[in-house]
């Protein structure tokens, strides 16, 4: 009889395919060694029933930001064990040089080993970076990166103003760049392209879109007429500065060759220009992703004052319904939580107030809620967008993403019909609290499983911080 360090029978298993049948796992070395029919308990050194639930591949959370509020160690501790309550056994998390985070500048071979050594031994999940190219000395460090398992880097188009102009005295101090322009876009995406062309997996560039000139002059506008709530910090950062940030990371990624990934859409028109530029550039690779945020909050029904408040901001109820609409018809591509968690409740000026929340421990509850519930999204859809499509993305799939010979045991189990009112409490975050904040959601994780070890269980963290640095891409080794 084969032996299996673990079992899980009796459940519903989700399939690659997007088929969900009954079905037994078994798992040996972290690894997923049988998908079938069904097998011997007695086989299993650990038996895990999954009856009455959904056995899904755990979800790849692709936008995160560990330390950026807090220091970076205690934040990962806390956060990663927050993450397996959404049913998630991976995190990619942003990092940048400059004002938060690290609070420093200089060469990434310097900094990024710092990183790795202050991250080691907290993480409850597995986990990987995306690394923000500031300086003209980090340009050239592209190639040793992706030598050290970067696999993916970022670009914020909103602060390439702040480099150039007077959006604020101090704007140099935050981003200690220098020539953060779109000349300096122009020469990130050639390094990209250079070595995705060099690496037999995608190797891209996360772009935030949005036009800082045009913001600039819209919050000048509402705050004078004294706008302080989500609906006004929306019309001070329209979809429009969006679509011009956009337009403008398109035509460069056109020249270079670049894969991108445009982050956190926030908008119909944002998505659809995107697809528009897909349509007319078959060859480019151009992956969207929108937040569960923008996918289940509005400016009119989200509790807290501030604490809704994150770029891009929050839209109204005709957004939210045309993304959704979006998703249907397979324009967003992943689905994430932009976690970034902030350590006390914001400041009642909306302006001067932090932008960001948590929201990982969310990922697969307001999916299922919001997608699968209420809109009959298949389940399997709600897998592709929120597990295969971000580990694709990133550089992980099949090791992650899927329930495959060969893959990583790292598997949600699901009661679709358990319902939970959601509290800060319930997300197990430092966060002391949730823009969510008594939104009612069905469909719950019970189980979180990574690389065969049970560290989350029945509203508790079980397991310890075994989660391990992902170098990026990963070779294939399943099916």
Known sequence: MSRFDMVIVGGQIVLPTGAVVRGDIGIRDGKIAAVTDALDAQAGDQVVDARGRVVAPAAVDAHFHLGIYRPIDEDTRTETSSALVGG????????????????????YRKIFPEVLQRVDGHAYTDYGFHMAIMTNEQLDEVPWLVSQGIGSFKYYMFYKALTLNAASTDAKSYTMADTYDLGHLYRLMMNIAEENR????????SIHCENAELIRVFIEAVR?????????????????????????????????????????????????DVVQWRSLHREADARTETTLHHLALTTDTTPGGTGGKVNPPIRNAREVDQLWAAVFRGEIDQVVSDHAAIPAVKDDDLWEAHAGFGGTALLYPVMLSEG????HLPL???VDLI???????????????????GADADLALLDLEREQTV???????????????????????????????????????????????????????AD
């Open 198 to 205: 060099k690496n037999s997996g995608r190797i891209s560039l």
């Open 380 to 382: 399997g859809k709600v």
């Open 88 to 107: 998630v056994s991976t995190v990619l998390s942003y990092f940048r040089t400059g004002k938060d985070y690290l609070n420093k500048s200089g060469p």
């Open 224 to 272: 004078s007429r004294g706008g302080n709530d989500l609906a006004a910090y929306s019309e001070a950062r329209p979809p429009l500065a969006e679509s011009l940030a956009i337009a403008e990371a398109t035509v460069l990624a056109e020249a270079t060759g670049c894969p991108m990934n445009v982050l956190h859409l926030s908008s119909f028109r944002a998505v659809n």
């Open 372 to 375: 699968y519930h209420k809109r």
């Open 423 to 477: 509290s800060a409490e319930l997300l197990r975050s430092a966060q002391p609290f949730t823009p969510f904040e008594g939104k009612t959601l069905k469909g719950w994780p019970t189980t979180t499983i990574v690389r065969g070890h049970v560290q989350y269980d029945k509203g508790q963290v079980v397991g310890t911080p075994i989660g391990t640095f992902l170098r990026r891409p990963i070779v294939a080794e």
């Open 387 to 405: 597990s295969r499509n971000p580990a694709v993305t990133t550089g992980l799939y099949p090791r992650k993403g899927a329930i495959a010979i």
